[in-house]
């Protein structure tokens, strides 16, 4: 009843479609160019891949953005203890937990009935039929329903948006590891008479995506059906599982504990008479404050809810499945390229920029909608204070992200996979990347007033300049030419440029964030592409990320000092 009156509700709309436009056009000018079509063939050819990467766009954007937003919607709420106040209403377990997984999906179910439209354009070209669209979508909904419900159990678990946000993008990580290791492990074994290939499509989205684009062959066994089906039917499975788990458990993990009134009281009771024999206790010792409350405040205490050790455990379980797995594919392999160096630097790095960028947001925006913020606000705390203590605090907190990439770098200098300079780009531009992830988080948290719009802007910042410019550069790999999608790619890039300008200049407007919008992207392509060719010099590229992203920190680092009441928004512009 209020999202759709919203005008980012259109524009949301609006621009998913015109993106889908434009990754179109710049997938014909990769696969076809200005070559001449001779046959309706070569057409039909292109619009079966054309499907196929759509597919896989829109299935990667579903499976990062649902969990995200569902978890959210919840951790939000209890960071601004409204939650609290929803359990003490008639409302049921059931109604509350459904209400805030398919409230939170509804942008999502929009966007997806959006761009059916666009995705029956395919049919328009041939290779794809009305079967596999409908099949598509089936999937893609399943697999953003099953991911939902994960993040809002987590988010009923855990009472911080930081845990909550960072353990449910780890765990759809984890599962989509764990389902590459089930396939390598089973072997020429089948399991309840399926191959280990169905099995995979069965368990993992983007092979149950996939294999809607093979032949219509039946499964044999007792599945009887093709295997999209059975992926379906297992997230179903998992979403009614742990949606049950999130109902039956939502008092017992929040406020009341679930316990009878009377249990309660006689509990209170008992406590009561032993305090009342207990021995006299000296006062606890106070704690020093350091010079830098903030800083001290983010190093010492709870800032970020209890038991973030969770956390860190699941990051490094990815970390290791990760580093394992490299490890028993190059073992014995004299040969080891920077490609298959970057397969295992490459998802580590985006990984821990992801957690990085979500501790710096949260840590502004669990403050303000715990009203602690407005209160720190009316101190004598300097701008350099807040932000430098929220800067160091954010490295601390999570300085298992920063130093296990490092020491990843450091164990292929020390295997001879990389060269001695070689390892100092990488670990300078692993520097340099953090830092920028974790002024970006400060600079979203401090532009927009919510928490969701807050982590969705800078998480869409992140996945826009390092994985959306892969899917550029995977697509002139594709064609072998650049000059044959020259035009779309300028187009994709000045138009995530000024989305991303959008996104950051949303409060405070300067030429600095604008020309960092429009370098960023711009040279993180050039660096990308000059790491891919064979005789490139690495320095090059290096220089390139230092230069970039070195003045996009201070261009968002300068205004929140300098402008720092405008940035929190205690003042405007116009009141000085």
């Known amino acids: 009843m209020t999202a759709p009156r919203r005008l980012r509700h259109y524009l949301g709309r609006a621009a998913y479609g015109a993106a889908l436009f434009v990754l179109m056009w710049t997938a014909w000018q990769a696969i076809v160019g200005f070559q001449r079509v001779e046959s309706v063939g070569d057409v039909a050819r292109f619009g079966a891949v054309l499907f196929r990467f759509l597919a896989l766009v829109q299935l990667s954007l579903a499976l990062f953005f649902a969990p995200v937003v569902a978890g959210s919607s919840i951790s939000a709420e209890k960071d601004r203890r409204t939650f609290d106040l929803l359990l003490m209403t008639d409302l049921t377990n059931t109604e509350i937990v459904l209400g805030k997984l398919l409230g939170s999906l509804l942008q999502m179910i929009v966007l997806l009935t959006s761009a059916l439209p666009i995705f029956a354009l395919c049919l328009l070209l041939g290779g794809a039929s009305f079967q596999q669209v409908g099949r598509v979508f089936a999937v893609t909904a399943a697999a953003a329903i099953a991911g939902g419900s994960v993040g809002v159990l987590v988010a009923s678990w855990r009472d911080k948006t930081f845990q909550t946000v960072a353990l449910t993008v780890l765990l759809v990580v984890v599962y989509l590891v764990a389902t590459e290791a089930l396939y390598t492990w089973l072997g020429d074994s089948r399991p309840l008479g399926l191959s280990r290939a169905t099995w995979r499509s069965m368990l993992n989205p983007f092979y149950a995506v996939t294999s809607i684009m093979e032949p219509p062959e039946a499964v044999g066994g007792w599945l009887g059906a093709r295997p999209e089906w059975g992926f379906i039917a297992v997230?179903?499975?998992?979403?009614?599982?742990?949606?049950?788990?999130?109902?039956?458990?939502?008092?017992?993990?929040?406020?009341?504990?679930?316990?009878?009134?009377?249990?309660?009281?006689?509990?209170?009771?008992?406590?009561?008479?032993?305090?009342l024999h207990a021995p006299p206790q000296a006062a606890p010792e106070s704690r020093r404050i350091w010079d830098n409350p903030v800083l001290w405040r983010e190093v010492r205490t709870r800032a970020y809810g209890r038991r973030p050790i969770?956390?860190?455990?699941?990051?490094?379980?990815?970390?290791?499945?990760?580093?394992?797995?490299?490890?028993?594919?190059?073992?014995?392999?004299?040969?080891?390229?920077?490609?298959?160096?970057?397969?295992?630097?490459?998802?580590?790095?985006?990984?821990?920029?992801?957690?990085?960028?979500?501790q710096a947001v949260t840590s502004i925006t669990s403050e303000r909608d715990g009203r602690a913020l407005d209160l720190l606000l009316v101190t004598d705390i300097t701008p350099k204070e807040f932000v430098f203590g929220k800067i160091w605090g954010v490295l601390y907190n999570t300085k298992e992200m920063v130093l296990l990439p490092i020491a990843l770098s450091l164990w292929l200098l020390a295997r001879g996979y990389m060269g001695f300079e070689g390892w100092f780009y990488v670990v300078g531009g692993i520097v340099i990347l953090v830092t920028f992830s974790t002024t970006l988080g400060l600079h979203a948290a401090m532009a927009y007033d919510k928490t969701r719009s807050a982590v969705v802007n800078s998480l869409g910042n992140i996945v826009f300049l390092f994985i959306g410019i892969l899917v550029c550069i995977f697509l002139i790999l594709v064609s072998g030419r650049f000059e044959s999608q020259a035009a779309s790619f300028v187009v994709s890039i000045c138009a995530g440029a000024v989305a991303m300008y959008a996104s950051l200049a949303v409060r405070n407007q300067s030429t600095a964030l604008a020309l960092m919008a429009f370098l960023c992207p711009s040279m993180t392509w050039y660096a990308m592409t000059n790491f891919l060719m064979p005789n490139s010099d690495p320095l090059i590229g290096f220089l390139t990320i230092v230069l970039s992203y070195g003045f996009a920190v201070l261009a968002m680092l300068v205004p929140a000092i300098s402008e720092f009441d405008v940035a929190v928004g205690r003042t405007v512009a116009d009141a000085g």
């Open 235 to 275: 997230m179903l499975g998992v979403t009614a599982l742990v949606i049950g788990v999130a109902i039956s458990t939502l008092r017992l993990w929040n406020p009341g504990g679930g316990r009878p009134t009377h249990a309660r009281e006689a509990i209170e009771e008992m406590e009561r008479r032993a305090a």
């Open 310 to 358: 969770v956390v860190k455990l699941a990051y490094v379980l990815v970390f290791a499945t990760l580093c394992l797995g490299f490890y028993l594919t190059s073992r014995g392999d004299a040969q080891v390229g920077r490609i298959d160096l970057a397969k295992v630097l490459v998802p580590v790095v985006i990984t821990s920029l992801i957690l990085v960028n979500l």
